[in-house]
């Protein structure tokens, strides 16, 4: 397997414009996870899904954001509209179990977002 | 909820040894894990505790001990390539895992 694939690799965006993040899952994991990264805050949960179902959206951090999984091989993350606060490295994850034991989460190589 | 404590900082020797510590407050408690993460890189799995004792994986070691709410990563033989941020991670009952801040480990000669 590829691993987790995420894209696009960068983003730069104005202030408004809406921003589609995608992730494709590693093929048979039951878990996909979005995190955001910042130095500020670290690694932050935004939403879960287990077997393309949203189980926690709790750490959205407003009705800007938004989160879907189709299917078991794709999950986007939108924006709308996008601020600038929103600039940081988004990753996707993916598991097989939720308790991280095992081989752990995979995570994708990330989206870095500007908003400008 | 759960909250994670661990060194932001840490610098050390080529060859030598590190521990990296991680104490953590949750209402349950179902492992702990490590994870390594270089600069511009993505979060990479290390290790994971269950329960209490040494866990180890080449060089990689890592400790809990759930009467104190602490683990540790310990790196032996350290190489110019461990310098990286490290990650504890912890979760409660049903929860996806919550990372630490990080610590960022440099190596130097």
Redesign the interface.
Known sequence: DAGVIQSPRHEVTEMGQEVTLRCKPISGHD?L?W?RQTMMR??E?LI?FNNNVPI?DSGMPEDRFSAKMPNASFSNLKIQPSEPRDSAVY?C?SSLV?????????????TRLTVV | GQSLEQPSEVTAVEGAIVQINCTYQTSGFYGLSWYQQHDGGAPTFLSYNGLDGLEETGRFSSFLSRSDSYGYLLLQELQMKDSASYFCAVRDEGTPLVFGKGTRLSVIA
Request: charged share 5%; aromatic share 34%; glycine share 26%.
């Open positions: 878990y996870f995190y670290g690694l949960l879960y926690d990753f994850a939720i308790t991280g034991s095992g081989y752990g989460y995979t995570f994708g190589s990330g």
